[in-house]
């Protein structure tokens, strides 16, 4: 049984909050948005109930949660030994969607973080996600709220599409802000160590502290096997139902190539798909089903729009899909990422 709930995200109704929290408390399931997608979040202290959102998912044991946190206290609770530079990102980024890595303490049960001695932590932005962990007095872990391997949730449809019925409660505030995950930062290392570009471009983190280093796993230019540094990141995410092909480059030859190349398609009678811009839509045929993602120099119109633009296309039934490339600059670089992963690692480079 799963019920949904709707709360305004501009004025969230604190009796509805109450309601919610109570689930968490309870040790049950709850689907709440955040500034950057649905998370699916349970208590961060009860082991069994975070055994729940792998199971629900289908997520691989192995790909720790992210453990989300209302106010300082509650990070202390789960994190110790919180180093100079993290404070100042803290400073400047909290609340918002920058996860840092930290010493794991013994009470968190080792199942959040796939057994790793750290532990990933964000205090969300977002005033459902804020008042739902404060009214719940405990830090919320969550993964996103799709099923594995699916594009990530901006909505909550796109939540009751993966997990009716499966989870306790789905509360319902809206469309996602950024679109993108947060991003995920390593700052137990004399370097600090982007894992995963996200909403918060890395330019701005560097900007704080200082040079840090990118990991390959947040280029993921090629599938990633290595496990230690950043885990999860090698199994296959964000996928739409069709193959994707990322067509990486100059921008003119690009699209010269993906209008050649989902010609031959269509001449083997296939359903053609691309994934375009403002800048560009109007070079592709009428004949390919065209999905702008926003213009190139609106990049969160991008970011915001990725993934439910990857649920349309299955929705649209195409057979094969061609993205566009993007440049690795600020969000785009999270946009980027997401692609290259949504693509299996089918890049073309022109
Ligand atoms: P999701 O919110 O579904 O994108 O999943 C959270 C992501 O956080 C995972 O894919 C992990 O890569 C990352 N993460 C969580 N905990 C850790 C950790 N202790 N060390 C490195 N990465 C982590
Ligand atoms: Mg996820």
New binding site residues.
């Given amino acids: 049984m799963t019920e949904i709930v709707k709360i305004d995200p501009l004025n969230p109704d604190q009796s509805t909050i109450k309601y919610a929290a109570k689930f968490i408390i309870d040790g049950k399931l709850v689907a709440f948005p955040t500034e950057t997608v649905y998370?699916l979040g349970a208590d961060t202290f009860n082991s069994k109930a975070i055994r729940k959102i792998f199971e629900v998912k289908g997520r691989p044991i192995d790909?720790?949660?992210?453990v989300h946190v209302s106010d300082i206290s509650q990070l202390n609770r789960v994190a110790y030994d919180v180093p100079e530079k993290a404070i100042k990102l803290i400073e400047r980024f909290w609340p918002g969607p920058l996860?840092i890595?930290f010493k794991r303490r013994n009470e968190v049960p080792p199942e959040v973080?796939a057994y790793?001695p750290?532990?990933?932590v964000r205090m969300p932005a977002h005033p459902i996600a804020l008042a739902l962990i404060r009214e719940s007095k405990t830090p919320i872990a969550?993964?996103?709220a799709n099923v594995s391997s699916r594009p990530s949730p901006t909505t909550a449809e796109h939540v009751i599409k993966d997990l009716y019925g499966k989870i306790d409660l789905i509360i319902d505030g809206g469309e996602t802000l950024y679109g993108v995950?947060s991003t995920?930062l390593?700052i137990q290392l004399d370097t600090p160590k982007l894992?995963?570009p996200g909403a918060i471009p890395l330019e701005e983190i560097e900007n704080v502290i200082g040079r840090v280093d990118v990991s390959e796993a947040a280029l993921a230019e090629k599938p990633y096997q290595l496990v230690a540094e950043?885990?999860?990141?090698k199994y296959r995410h964000y996928a739409p139902k069709a193959p994707m092909f990322l067509v990486e480059g100059e921008l003119d030859r690009i699209v010269k190539k993906i209008v050649e190349l989902a010609r031959e398609d269509m001449l083997k009678g296939l359903k053609v798909g691309v994934l375009a811009t403002k800048e560009t839509y109007e070079l592709y045929p009428e004949s390919f089903n065209i999905i702008v993602l926003g213009s190139r120099s609106e990049p969160y119109t991008i970011a915001h729009n990725l993934f439910k633009s990857l649920r349309l296309m299955d929705e649209l039934n195409v057979d094969k899909i061609y993205a566009e490339g993007l440049p690795m600059k600020g969000i785009l670089f999270a946009v980027q990422n997401r692609l290259r992963k949504a693509s299996g690692h089918n890049i073309i480079r022109v």
Avoid at 230 to 233: K, L, S
């Fill in positions: 998370g790909n720790p949660l992210i996860t890595i973080s790793l750290t532990v990933a969550a993964p996103s995950e995920i390593n894992l995963r950043a885990p999860g990141m």
